[in-house]
């Protein structure tokens, strides 16, 4: 039992070359793209493509998954990202530019489809929150180790050359895959209903309405971190900060989201469940939001609230949420269709994101960048309060189990 377990975590760390390589990856495209003297609407243009990209190919992958299992996917998408990353080194216009980023955040997106759907078919249901969070501190570790490295290597290495590098230090997780993945047999996880569930052809209602409302509660999220997401740096750039102080509060950021990851189980067991989780670190999310905006007047409160509230926003609320949520997802997973729903989600939250990622210039043209992070933390708001609904229904259901029995 004691190697089982070892296999299960060393297989995670498969994902740290990959997510070094890629971390930096859209700050790279970013600048190659101005050495070639493109505009703002070619980089737009570019990454629009791999967003694009992203967004339709969890669908695909999940099909495959399902048909082919998690390993094979998840070392095909550690292999075509680094591939097509290698590619991107050599691109000599913008239009290949946006190809091959395109193409590279295809193969991206297998890597997170897979490796979720990993994690349910290895992990108990009770160990699924201390799995996932520690497979997104692995990564999110990668990612900020990938942004100092690159910064560190600029220095006197061209870009293209940085990009070759990080490609070629993707293909290490195809290796790492390859010689870590555990070779068990597959924990049976979605054969009963999800804790709460009920027989009944009412009670099989309240199951459909409590995963309608989950979905709409996981839209609000992403549209609003969206619209926040994408103003947030520039926000702070025309605001007054110098590029130092915008990296290093993004930095700090992920710094945090980091560590929040290693407390997210525990987190989500004090606050008393999945749900309850993910609506109160949505409260705390939406007010860091909020109080940003409503004090972004200064370079002084920008700095102030960067160091502070941001963090809370984006390291501790996202971390809590984003384990909190995707577990209560992987708990309405059908037996034998894991691939097919994780798909189906990703889509939902890929497209959400985009749409709100696509409003936000208009809101900040129309009222202003501060006012679109409040309407961004009002919506968060509203969001927890559908997981505290989704909570209070599940509690409800509990008890007529009980009285039924």
Not at 16 to 37: C, F, H, Q, V
Not at 193 to 208: H, W
Not at 260 to 272: D, E, K, N, T, V
Not at 292 to 313: D, E, H, M, R
Request: charged share 10%; glycine share 10%.
């Amino acid at each position: 039992m004691k190697s089982l377990i070892n296999q299960r975590v060393n297989w995670m760390m498969a994902l740290m070359p990959y997510s070094i390589a890629i971390g930096p990856l859209g700050t790279l495209l970013t600048l190659e793209i101005a050495a070639l003297r493109g505009s703002p609407i070619d980089v737009s243009y570019a990454m629009s493509a791999g967003s694009a990209a992203g967004v339709v190919a969890p669908l695909i992958w999940g099909f495959l998954l399902d048909k082919y299992g998690g390993r094979r996917i998840l070392t095909l998408g550690f292999l075509g990202t680094a591939l097509f990353m290698l590619t991107l080194a050599y691109a000599s216009s913008i239009p290949q530019i946006a190809l091959y980023y395109a193409a590279a955040s295809l193969f991206s997106s297998a890597v997170g489809v897979s490796a979720s759907m990993i994690i349910v078919g290895y992990s108990s249901r009770s160990r699924w929150n201390e799995s996932y969070s520690r497979l997104n501190f692995i990564s999110s570790l990668g990612y900020l180790i990938g942004d100092l490295t690159a910064a560190a290597l600029s220095g006197f290495l061209s870009i293209k050359a940085i990009i070759l590098s990080m490609g070629s230090l993707s293909l290490a997780s195809v290796v790492l895959t390859l010689y870590a993945m555990p070779q068990v047999v597959k924990v049976n996880n979605t054969n009963s209903d999800p804790p709460g569930s009920i027989p009944g052809r009412a009670l099989e209602l309240g199951n459909i309405m409590s995963l309608i409302t989950l979905y709409s509660a996981i839209i609000i999220f992403y549209v609003s971190s969206g619209i926040f997401n994408t103003l947030y740096p520039y926000g702070l750039r025309i605001g007054g900060l110098s590029k130092t102080w915008v990296m290093g509060i993004i930095s700090m950021g992920l710094g945090v989201q980091i560590l929040g990851f290693r407390m997210a189980p525990r987190l989500i067991s004090r606050l008393g469940g999945n749900a309850k989780a993910a609506s109160s670190s949505l409260i705390l999310r939406g007010l860091s939001y909020s109080l940003i905006g409503l004090t972004s007047s200064t370079p002084v409160t920008l700095i102030a609230t960067g160091l502070t509230l941001y963090p809370l926003a984006a390291g501790l609320a996202f971390s809590t949420f984003y384990t909190a949520s995707n577990v209560m997802i992987f708990e309405r997973l059908k037996n034998g269709k894991e691939g097919k729903g994780l798909g189906v989600y990703n889509v939902v939250a890929g497209s959400s994101y985009l749409t709100g990622s696509l409003a936000s210039g208009y809101l900040a043209n129309s009222i202003g960048i501060g006012q679109s992070y409040v309407i961004a933390g009002v919506m968060l708001w509203g969001s927890a309060y559908l997981f505290k609904l989704i909570d209070k229904n599940k509690v409800t259901e509990v008890s007529e189990v009980a009285r039924i029995h």
